[in-house]
């Protein structure tokens, strides 16, 4: 920490059974007004209850980044949600249904990517799932490992 601070810039944070906040986030601790008046102007009855809900101290610290759940990069979707609970920008109630449907069929999307990234590793958990995987008669496509390795 510099300067003798006991709060860090910066922190990932991960809870796999949150439920009202993104599972994977990053918190930046700093402080921005315009940001930390968005935080608190939106929907007043949303507002309401994240005062409540946060002990809320009125710092962008306060705000949680989505880093696209437990395994996945964040989304649009995580980017919409994230504005709907944190900003408490105001939606039709049906909005969150449909981020999350969304949310679900674009990772779907993304584990058929990355099966064929690997499809050897894939085959192997299917089989620990009880399924039966065969290999192509032609052998098994070569892993793609420079997208695995990519920074």
């Given at each position: 920490?510099?300067?003798?601070?006991?709060?860090?810039?910066?922190?990932y944070?991960?809870?796999?059974?949150?439920?009202w906040?993104?599972v994977?986030?990053?918190h930046?601790?700093?402080?921005?007004?315009?940001?930390?008046?968005?935080?608190?102007?939106g929907?007043?009855?949303r507002?309401?209850?994240?005062?409540?809900?946060?002990?809320?101290?009125?710092?962008?610290?306060?705000?949680h980044?989505?880093?696209?759940?437990?395994?996945?990069?964040?989304?649009?979707e995580?980017?919409?949600?994230?504005?709907?609970?944190?900003?408490?920008?105001d939606?039709?109630?049906?909005?969150?249904?449909?981020?999350?449907a969304s949310?679900?069929?674009?990772?779907?999307?993304?584990?058929?990517?990355?099966?064929?990234?690997?499809?050897e590793?894939?085959?192997?958990?299917?089989?620990?799932?009880?399924?039966?995987v065969?290999?192509?008669?032609?052998?098994?496509?070569?892993a793609?490992?420079?997208?695995l390795?990519?920074?």
């Amino acid at each position: 920490m510099p300067f003798g601070k006991s709060e860090p810039i910066w922190r990932y944070d991960y809870f796999p059974d949150a439920d009202w906040k993104p599972v994977s986030y990053l918190h930046v601790h700093g402080h921005r007004d315009e940001a930390v008046h968005l935080m608190v102007s939106g929907d007043a009855q949303r507002n309401r209850r994240r005062l409540a809900r946060d002990n809320f101290r009125s710092g962008l610290s306060d705000l949680h980044f989505p880093l696209g759940g437990d395994r996945f990069r964040p989304c649009l979707e995580d980017v919409l949600e994230m504005l709907i609970q944190e900003f408490g920008i105001d939606c039709q109630d049906t909005a969150l249904d449909a981020i999350r449907a969304s949310r679900e069929a674009w990772r779907t999307k993304q584990i058929a990517a990355a099966v064929r990234d690997h499809p050897e590793s894939a085959a192997a958990s299917l089989r620990e799932l009880g399924y039966s995987v065969a290999r192509p008669q032609a052998g098994a496509p070569q892993a793609r490992t420079d997208r695995l390795r990519r920074y």
